[in-house]
Antibody
Framework: EVQLVQSGAEVKKPGESLKISCKGS????????IGWVRQMPEKGLEWVGI????????RYSPSFQGQVTISADRSITTAYLQWSSLKASDTAMYYC???????????????WGQGTLVTVSS | EIVLTQSPGTLSLSPGERATLSCRAS???????LAWYQQKPGQAPRLLIY???SRATGIPDRFSGSGSGTEFTLTITRLEPEDSAVYYC?????????FGQGTKVQIK
């Protein structure tokens, strides 16, 4: 069974750094792109970006380029989303999800983590 | 960037009725790379349909997708109470990948 298990909720202050995680199991972690989706409170889904654990190739939505960093450590089958300096507007639920086709970015997300709520407030 | 516009914003129907949800793209979606997701309150989204018309694993045949180019439809026949959710379309044929704003389906 494919599982994506995310780290717990975080409460941070503006300007702080943060790295949240997503551990994959039940599939070949290195050969499927894995990514992140943001959902701000009471809003829709936004595609943040994806990374390929096999070679660390990473793609970002222009809206998030330079704002976050996506990475993965295939040795521990874990993907990450990190911020160097959080803003209040980063407050949202963040989901990790894997793409459905091995090695291909032309895929929908077919498995999702449970979400990590990030709250940024002074 | 492909903008996906979903309509209606909210659909209120009775159990057993048919729901028709629309997703219109600002540009043609390459190879009909369009998916539909269901999101219930407090839950992560779930993939329903991919490649415009293929059902994902374990999805009941009450859910079907159709369309091509810039016009896509998700149809839910014989609505059940558990179908109450927000439904999103997403295109993955062009970068950046984008989602529609969602359609809320309410069961009376």
């Amino acid at each position: 069974e494919v599982q994506l298990v995310q780290s717990g909720a975080e409460v941070k202050k503006p300007g702080e750094s943060l790295k949240i995680s997503c551990k994959g199991s039940g599939y070949s972690f290195s050969t499927y792109w894995i990514g992140w989706v943001r959902q701000m409170p009471e809003k829709g889904l936004e595609w943040v970006g994806i990374t390929y654990p096999g070679d660390s190739d990473t793609r970002y939505s222009p809206s998030f380029q330079g704002q976050v960093t996506i990475s993965a450590d295939r040795s521990i089958t874990t993907a990450y989303l990190q911020w160097s300096s959080l803003k209040a507007s980063d407050t949202a639920m963040y989901y990790c999800a894997k793409l459905s086709r091995s090695g291909s970015t032309w895929s929908p997300f077919d498995a999702w983590g449970q979400g990590t709520l990030v709250t940024v407030s002074s | 960037e492909i903008v996906l516009t979903q309509s209606p914003g909210t659909l209120s129907l009775s159990p057993g009725e048919r729901a028709t949800l629309s997703c219109r793209a600002s540009h043609s979606v390459s190879t009909n790379y369009l998916a539909w997701y269901q999101q219930k309150p407090g839950q992560a989204p779930r993939l329903l349909i991919y490649d415009a018309s293929s059902r994902a694993t374990g999805i009941p045949d009450r859910f079907s997708g159709s369309g091509s180019g810039t016009e896509f439809t998700l149809t839910i026949t014989r609505l059940e109470p558990e179908d109450s959710a927000v439904y999103y379309c997403q295109q993955y044929g062009m970068s950046p990948r984008t989602f529609g704003q969602g359609t809320k389906v309410q069961i009376k």
